[in-house]
């Protein structure tokens, strides 16, 4: 049976507890399903979560999924936003971001710097935004400054906060901790709360805290405060980065890190960010599980600074357990499935085999919403189909092994083994061998995971970056973190990996807000070089090239797979051409045809036939 509360409640106050309905234990199947819903008047049930149980008998586990609508009850361009951005301008942010050029190539310099492009992410941002929205800047350097309170983004204030954002320059350390702080420090005096807007911190630092870190360590002191006023999301641009701080931050925040390795992927992972953002449909968001003392539920996606162990409840006959998952933001069109472990004695029985979940969350309001769900560990059936509960197992074991790379110290900050060990080699060998994921190959989100783990290049970035010392120590170590995350939170991060790139697929608000994103990346003026003695490209600058997921384009004798199964080159496609996508078939809306200039021809000579 499934119920929801919703009520009003202050930041201070504790939610009062769930009424339990009793239920029938001769009909198992009956208490998965939906029931009879409370809703607050006015409120409609097409704009409410659902959340289901799936036991798994045999295979020792549990699915509980959170489905958001799919998409608003009423049309909207985008989901209103409280933006402040934290930006570093450290003295590095001055360097210059060529264009990365294919192997062999030499990059193109336009001499625009690190955070020239920072400063033009910052006004698609700002692009998209409108009276609804509001935006605060914070700059960090070896002090941390207020650039703009939070105001809305009308014409005469976007107009100001386009001069404040051209009016960053670099300086010279890196103090982190004061940014963070001075970003919090703007909710605070933000004034207005619980307005219906989604409250978001962006971090970005393209180095190492050097100045004025906290002696306790970033998560025991963020752990300190009451309550975090606002999501806090990470990036870190280049390869000098703390990114398992960076990581661990975001995690307390119940946001999002996300790593930008060069100047052609900081476009993708801005836009995806935002577009995530504006197609929030609720924040905040707590899954509470209560089972049989004699019951034991383990999480399977590895150890985070949030993880909590189970509690009994005391007061309660039998003394049931009780374990919380803080799942933080939720999008529309994009549920989010916890594959659990379950560990549960022979004697087990219908009378004491009763799971309940309840999950709550906020719609950006001070009304707290409840949904309830019951259930038998003993259920012998699910109406999961096979594919699906083959990729959330894969999903969640992707997941554990990623986190074993990155584990934790004790002051709660993540941090990436220093190599590869041959026994961590042969675990992700293992992994390849046995996931799920390989018995379902024609299933698209399946097969994505193969792809991330083992696919060929440029796909199979994990095995990549773990088989090779050099790729892991150079990016590997920053990369696989970000990939963990998407996959954990089930966000698309960028335009690259074929994982993330499900996540958000069925959403369109989602969608339309990353195009809209993506278009504005590629079509705003492009920004004044800083370093333009030192450029070695003096023509037009294309932003496009700095919002691209791998730095190349394709060929016209690319085979493309039409929907029929059959491959064409890239050069026959027109418009209305269905082709195969990871989303299933899909119709060609337009075709890009770009000249190019000398054509250079590669000759492989002596290789022997497969």
């Given at each position: 049976?499934?119920?929801?509360?919703?009520?009003?409640?202050?930041?201070?106050?504790?939610?009062?507890?769930?009424?339990?309905?009793?239920?029938?234990?001769?009909?198992?199947?009956?208490?998965?399903?939906?029931?009879?819903?409370?809703?607050?008047?006015?409120?409609?049930?097409?704009?409410?979560?659902?959340?289901?149980?799936?036991?798994?008998?045999?295979?020792?586990?549990?699915?509980?999924?959170?489905?958001?609508?799919?998409?608003?009850?009423?049309?909207?361009?985008?989901?209103?936003?409280?933006?402040?951005?934290?930006?570093?301008?450290?003295?590095?942010?001055?360097?210059?971001?060529?264009?990365?050029?294919?192997?062999?190539?030499?990059?193109?310099?336009?001499?625009?710097?690190?955070?020239?492009?920072?400063?033009?992410?910052?006004?698609?941002?700002?692009?998209?935004?409108?009276?609804?929205?509001?935006?605060?800047?914070?700059?960090?350097?070896?002090?941390?400054?207020?650039?703009?309170?939070?105001?809305?983004?009308?014409?005469?204030?976007?107009?100001?906060?386009?001069?404040?954002?051209?009016?960053?320059?670099?300086?010279?350390?890196?103090?982190?901790?004061?940014?963070?702080?001075?970003?919090?420090?703007?909710?605070?005096?933000?004034?207005?709360?619980?307005?219906?807007?989604?409250?978001?911190?962006?971090?970005?630092?393209?180095?190492?805290?050097?100045?004025?870190?906290?002696?306790?360590?970033?998560?025991?002191?963020?752990?300190?405060?009451?309550?975090?006023?606002?999501?806090?999301?990470?990036?870190?641009?280049?390869?000098?980065?703390?990114?398992?701080?960076?990581?661990?931050?975001?995690?307390?925040?119940?946001?999002?890190?996300?790593?930008?390795?060069?100047?052609?992927?900081?476009?993708?992972?801005?836009?995806?960010?935002v577009a995530n953002l504006q197609a929030t449909f609720a924040i905040n968001a707590t899954l509470r599980l209560t089972y049989p003392a004699q019951v034991d539920l383990e999480e399977t996606t590895g150890d985070s600074v949030v993880k909590q162990e189970a509690?009994?409840?005391?007061?309660?006959?039998?003394?049931?357990?009780?374990?919380?998952?803080?799942?933080?933001?939720?999008?529309?069109?994009?549920?989010?499935?916890?594959?659990?472990?379950?560990?549960?004695?022979?004697?087990?029985?219908?009378?004491?085999s009763n799971i309940t979940a309840t999950l709550e969350y906020s719609r950006m309001t001070s009304a707290v919403y409840r949904e309830s769900a019951e259930t038998s560990l003993l259920a012998s059936t699910t109406t999961m189909p096979d594919p699906e509960i083959?990729?959330?197992?894969?999903?969640?074991?992707?997941?554990?092994?990623?986190?074993?790379?990155?584990?934790?110290?004790?002051?709660?900050?993540?941090?990436?083994?220093?190599?590869?060990?041959?026994?961590?080699?042969?675990?992700?060998?293992?992994?390849?061998?046995?996931?799920?994921?390989?018995?379902?190959?024609?299933?698209?989100?399946?097969?994505?995971?193969?792809?991330?783990?083992?696919?060929?290049?440029?796909?199979?970035?994990?095995?990549?970056?773990?088989?090779?010392?050099?790729?892991?120590?150079?990016?590997?170590?920053?990369?696989?973190?970000?990939?963990?995350?998407?996959?954990?939170?089930?966000?698309?991060?960028?335009?690259?990996?074929?994982?993330?790139?499900?996540?958000?697929?069925?959403?369109?608000?989602?969608?339309?807000?990353?195009?809209?994103?993506?278009?504005?990346?590629?079509?705003?003026?492009?920004?004044?070089?800083?370093?333009?003695?030192?450029?070695?490209?003096?023509?037009?600058?294309?932003?496009?090239?700095?919002?691209?997921?791998?730095?190349?384009?394709?060929?016209?004798?690319?085979?493309?797979?039409?929907?029929?199964?059959?491959?064409?080159?890239?050069?026959?496609?027109?418009?209305?051409?269905?082709?195969?996508?990871?989303?299933?078939?899909?119709?060609?809306?337009?075709?890009?045809?770009?000249?190019?200039?000398?054509?250079?021809?590669?000759?492989?000579?002596?290789?022997?036939?497969?």
């Open positions: 049976m499934v119920k929801k509360w919703i009520f009003e409640t202050s930041s201070r106050e504790k939610p009062s507890p769930v009424s339990r309905t009793d239920s029938s234990l001769s009909d198992i199947s009956a208490w998965t399903t939906t029931s009879t819903v409370q809703v607050e008047e006015g409120s409609s049930s097409q704009d409410s979560l659902s959340l289901s149980l799936n036991p798994l008998k045999d295979k020792g586990g549990l699915i509980v999924q959170v489905a958001p609508p799919k998409a608003p009850v009423e049309p909207i361009a985008h989901v209103p936003c409280d933006i402040v951005l934290v930006i570093d301008v450290s003295g590095s942010m001055g360097c210059n971001a060529p264009v990365p050029a294919n192997p062999g190539e030499q990059n193109e310099n336009y001499g625009l710097s690190v955070l020239d492009l920072v400063k033009h992410a910052a006004r698609t941002i700002l692009e998209t935004m409108d009276d609804g929205d509001r935006l605060g800047i914070v700059t960090f350097a070896s002090e941390a400054r207020i650039v703009q309170k939070l105001i809305p983004m009308d014409a005469k204030n976007k107009k100001r906060a386009e001069r404040n954002i051209n009016s960053m320059k670099p300086h010279d350390m890196t103090n982190l901790w004061h940014g963070l702080l001075k970003g919090i420090k703007l909710f605070s005096e933000g004034g207005e709360v619980n307005t219906g807007r989604v409250p978001t911190m962006m971090v970005l630092t393209d180095g190492m805290p050097n100045h004025m870190c906290p002696t306790q360590g970033y998560v025991p002191k963020l752990r300190a405060m009451e309550q975090l006023p606002a999501s806090i999301h990470t990036f870190g641009f280049g390869y000098c980065l703390r990114s398992g701080l960076l990581k661990s931050i975001a995690e307390i925040g119940g946001g999002n890190y996300a790593f930008i390795p060069d100047a052609g992927m900081i476009g993708t992972v801005f836009v995806h960010a509690v009994t409840l005391p007061n309660e006959n039998d003394e049931p357990k009780r374990l919380s998952i803080l799942l933080g933001n939720i999008q529309y069109g994009q549920t989010r499935d916890i594959y659990l472990r379950v560990k549960a004695p022979e004697d087990l029985d219908l009378e004491t083959a990729y959330h197992i894969s999903r969640s074991l992707i997941c554990a092994f990623l986190a074993s790379i990155i584990p934790l110290k004790h002051d709660g900050e993540h941090e990436a083994l220093l190599s590869i060990s041959p026994e961590k080699t042969e675990e992700l060998e293992t992994l390849i061998k046995t996931l799920p994921a390989h018995k379902f190959p024609d299933d698209a989100k399946n097969k994505s995971l193969v792809e991330d783990l083992s696919g060929a290049e440029p796909k199979g970035q994990i095995s990549l970056a773990l088989k090779n010392p050099n790729y892991y120590s150079k990016w590997g170590i920053h990369y696989l973190p970000s990939l963990l995350n998407a996959h954990t939170r089930q966000i698309c991060n960028t335009f690259k990996d074929s994982g993330p790139l499900q996540y958000g697929a069925d959403s369109p608000l989602f969608v339309a807000c990353r195009d809209r994103l993506d278009a504005a990346f590629d079509n705003l003026p492009p920004p004044t070089p800083s370093n333009r003695a030192e450029a070695t490209h003096h023509g037009r600058i294309n932003m496009s090239s700095y919002n691209t997921s791998s730095g190349v384009c394709f060929v016209a004798s690319t085979p493309v797979a039409l929907a029929s199964g059959r491959s064409v080159p890239i050069r026959a496609l027109r418009r209305g051409v269905a082709v195969q996508t990871p989303s299933g078939a899909r119709r060609v809306v337009a075709v890009l045809k770009t000249p190019t200039g000398a054509v250079y021809r590669l000759y492989l000579l002596g290789l022997a036939s497969a």
